[in-house]
């Protein structure tokens, strides 16, 4: 089931005849590859005519890879991601990269190896040997390629689904079983399976198939980001831009971004080939890899300056990397809108760099403004239930598969509030996580905590066993003169009490601080019971001999900040039985500007300087930087929040060693006396701005 309608029920509503133009077209190109690449040539085929990343005389046939990754896509997609999904290719340093089981031999020999597992993969399946394909173990390095090319020479026998993930996604909703270490030809195989054992897909054709899973129940996130891309300098790119389909981004320097397999890869390249300053292009990175994983359907704002919007756009297929453009040769093909082109009422302060997240709420404002209202009238926001943000949905995924999680970062990070939206989206209070109304959600969360089925704690030093799950306590109502104890239920003893008369409801235990708490003394027995598999197992309790078990619709959520105290210092039982989630700084939440100081480039040169002369964890959370969730936005402010919140924090970190605070902050510490400058507001934004910032986020705004 999903949205309400079963598998079988959306069969029956789907259009078969849709598909025929569609699939016409993905036989045209197996026919291309089987042409250019015949099987029986396999045995033969030389690297050149094999990897990615070589350089092709004009007017030479594209690579194996190439033509699957990027002009196949009636076949089915495998783009996204790096180019190590096809196991070895030419990066543009001119170094060859291998997949692990290749080693470090030489390109020659590692692609005879290569070959050799590919020529047998194909014999085994015309043989029907599909289980030998699991043994050949430098194919496991590439899935989806290996997949797809089964599907292209052997269609009877696969399905043109690629993805592992999606085609577990796909099994489970058939009611299949998905296996933790299938490859995805194994998977597509047993998908096909279940496919042919059910009835309502009788005459259905492999690609019929296709379409509708991907049509009805795509596993593919909904919540996606939204991004402001400027199509160059003060929207000087936006006639070819609008007229061609596309949206395109700079830093030609660095290749095709489909070589860099990490940030800190692409950052390095970009530390290489713009030498800017301060190592502040880490962010750039991640916008340069989250623009390369742009997926059709993904929502596109092109600007110009800070106060225009040009288009709305939809994306309708996946990045390109054109070397043959005079400049801007990084492009996403999209469908343009330029209905929602307007003059915002006011700047949009985060709009200075090539890139911007816009929060859905922001989008909706843009683009859902009926005809005859004035611009600055507040649309009709839908009441239909929405998705989850992308972090609320990782905590809760966590807490399917474990039961409990520690949300674990650097102070200011946004722990407790990301905790708190997996409560209101566990009370069905997804409708106000999407940041558009503050007041709203701060009501909400005041409704879920004074309800019965969320419990908020901080442990610190002082708290027992005693007050998490039962001890003798004062009994302030007895009558006699004395000290009389009585048996008291801890805090979550008495969660428990009640989940377990509510088997129907989830209830949540959310922890503040929880590393600051002696937590095998808190927890007690009670640490084996956290496990799923042994909820509902009863212990004798020690105090009351009292029988207890922890209901399994109990779920626990722990925050720990982790420049308090690594999570290597936690108790190993402890560490078991809980999943873990990194929440770390985030730039994007301080997109703006103070003055001439760009606040998210301040913020990542700081924390890169932070984490290069102490160490991650002791980086500063994006929280310093904020005033009522908004970027502060004052000269006044900015003065506030440095000297008295970052600076009195990295004087703590950097106590009795003045070097290490000048090696964080610079020219902002006295060299004669160790202690930081102090300075008018106007003049500490151009200091930081000088200090800090360099031209990281890209020529365009």
């Known amino acids: 089931m999903t949205g309400g309608v079963d598998v079988r029920t959306a069969a029956f509503r789907f259009d078969r005849t849709a598909v025929a133009e569609r699939e016409s077209a993905a036989e045209v190109e197996r026919k291309r590859v089987l042409s250019q690449f015949p099987l029986e040539g396999w045995k033969t085929l030389p690297l050149e005519r094999y990897a990615l990343g070589q350089s092709a005389p004009a007017g030479s046939?594209?690579?194996y890879c190439r033509l699957l990754e990027f002009l196949t896509p009636d076949l089915g997609s495998i783009k996204g991601g790096s180019a190590a999904k096809h196991i070895m290719f030419l990066h543009n340093s001119g170094e060859w990269r291998l997949a692990a089981p290749l080693g470090k031999a030489e390109p020659r020999d590692a692609w005879e190896e290569l070959?050799?597992?590919?020529?047998?993969?194909?014999d085994a399946v015309a043989a029907g040997d599909f289980e030998a394909v699991d043994e050949l173990s430098a194919l496991r390095f590439g899935p989806a390629l290996v997949t797809?090319?089964?599907?292209?020479?052997?269609?009877?026998?696969?399905?043109?689904?690629?993805?592992?993930?999606?085609?577990?996604?796909?099994?489970?909703?058939?009611?299949?079983t998905a296996e933790a270490d299938a490859p995805a030809w194994r998977s597509n195989r047993r998908l096909l399976e279940l496919i042919r054992s059910r009835?309502?897909?009788?005459?259905?054709?492999?690609?019929?198939?296709?379409?509708?899973?991907?049509?009805?129940?795509?596993?593919?996130?909904?919540?996606?980001?939204?991004?402001?891309?400027?199509?160059?300098?003060?929207?000087?790119?936006?006639?070819?831009?609008?007229?061609?389909?596309?949206?395109?981004?700079?830093?030609?320097?660095?290749?095709?971004?489909g070589q860099y397999r990490s940030d800190t890869e692409l950052k390095?390249?970009?530390?290489?080939?713009?030498?800017?300053?301060?190592?502040g292009s880490l962010n750039t990175a991640r916008r340069l890899l989250a623009f390369r994983d742009l997926e059709p359907g993904d929502r596109i704002v092109a600007n110009r300056g800070l106060d225009e919007i040009l288009a709305t756009g939809t994306v309708t297929a996946s990045y390109q990397f054109l070397p043959d453009r005079p400049e801007y040769q990084h492009i996403v093909p999209v469908k343009w809108d330029l209905s929602h082109a307007q003059r915002l009422p006011k700047p949009q302060r985060g709009w200075r760099s090539t890139f911007a997240r816009v929060d859905p709420a922001t989008f909706a404002r843009f683009t859902m403004r009926p005809s005859g209202i004035a611009r600055d009238a507040r649309p009709v926001v839908s009441s239909t239930p929405v998705d989850l943000p992308d972090d609320v949905q990782a905590v809760m995924n966590a807490l399917d598969r474990k039961g409990q999680v520690i949300l674990h970062g650097p102070p200011g990070t946004g722990k407790t509030r990301l905790a708190l939206g997996a409560a209101l989206a566990l009370a069905g209070r997804a409708d106000v996580l999407d940041g558009s109304e503050p007041e709203r959600r701060t009501r909400a969360q005041a409704e879920v905590l004074s309800g019965n089925r969320v419990?908020?704690?901080?442990?610190?030093?002082?708290?027992?066993?005693?007050?998490?799950?039962?001890?003798?306590?004062?009994?302030l109502d007895a009558k006699s003169s004395g000290l009389t104890l009585a048996l008291a239920d801890g805090l979550f003893h008495s969660l428990c009490k009640r989940a377990a008369g509510h088997p129907d409801q989830t209830f949540l235990l959310i922890i503040d601080e929880i590393n600051r708490g002696d937590l095998p003394r808190i927890f007690g027995e009670l640490i084996t019971l956290l496990e799923l598999d042994k909820r509902n197992l009863s212990v004798d309790l020690p105090v009351s001999k009292r029988?207890?078990?922890?209901?399994?619709?109990?779920?626990?959520?722990?925050?720990?900040?982790?420049?308090?105290?690594?999570?290597?210092?936690?108790?190993?039982?402890?560490?078991?039985?809980?999943?873990?989630?990194?929440?770390?700084?985030?730039?994007?939440?301080?997109?703006?500007?103070?003055?001439p100081l760009d606040l998210a480039a301040f913020f990542e040169s700081l924390n890169s300087r932070i984490a290069h002369h102490l160490d991650a964890d002791h980086q500063i959370g994006h929280a310093y930087l904020m005033r009522d969730g908004e970027p502060i936005a004052t000269e006044e402010d900015l003065a506030a929040a440095f000297h008295h919140e970052v600076v009195p924090l990295l004087e703590d970190y950097c106590l009795g060693r003045a070097d290490l605070l000048h090696r964080v902050l610079g020219g902002l510490v006295d060299q004669d006396t160790g202690r930081p400058v102090l300075m008018s507001p106007q003049d500490l934004a151009d200091a930081l701005a000088t200090e800090f910032t360099s031209d990281t986020t890209g020529p365009d705004a």
């Open 61 to 63: 046939e594209p690579t």
């Open 115 to 122: 070959r050799g597992q590919f020529v047998a993969a194909f």
């Open 148 to 176: 797809k090319s089964l599907a292209v020479y052997f269609p009877e026998h696969f399905l043109p689904v690629y993805s592992t993930e999606h085609l577990r996604r796909f099994l489970i909703l058939l009611g299949g």
């Open 199 to 257: 009835t309502e897909f009788e005459g259905w054709s492999r690609h019929e198939v296709m379409t509708f899973l991907y049509q009805d129940f795509d596993p593919r996130p909904r919540q996606r980001t939204i991004w402001k891309i400027a199509p160059g300098e003060r929207g000087r790119l936006w006639g070819e831009c609008r007229d061609g389909d596309f949206i395109c981004v700079g830093w030609d320097e660095l290749g095709d971004l």
């Open 268 to 279: 390095d390249a970009l530390d290489r080939g713009y030498p800017s300053g301060s190592g």
């Open 455 to 475: 419990r908020l704690v901080t442990f610190h030093p002082s708290y027992g066993y005693e007050d998490f799950v039962e001890g003798f306590k004062p009994d």
């Open 547 to 595: 029988s207890f078990s922890v209901p399994p619709n109990v779920r626990i959520i722990g925050t720990m900040n982790t420049a308090d105290r690594s999570i290597s210092h936690l108790d190993a039982a402890v560490r078991r039985r809980f999943a873990f989630l990194s929440v770390g700084p985030d730039p994007d939440a301080v997109s703006g500007t103070v003055g």
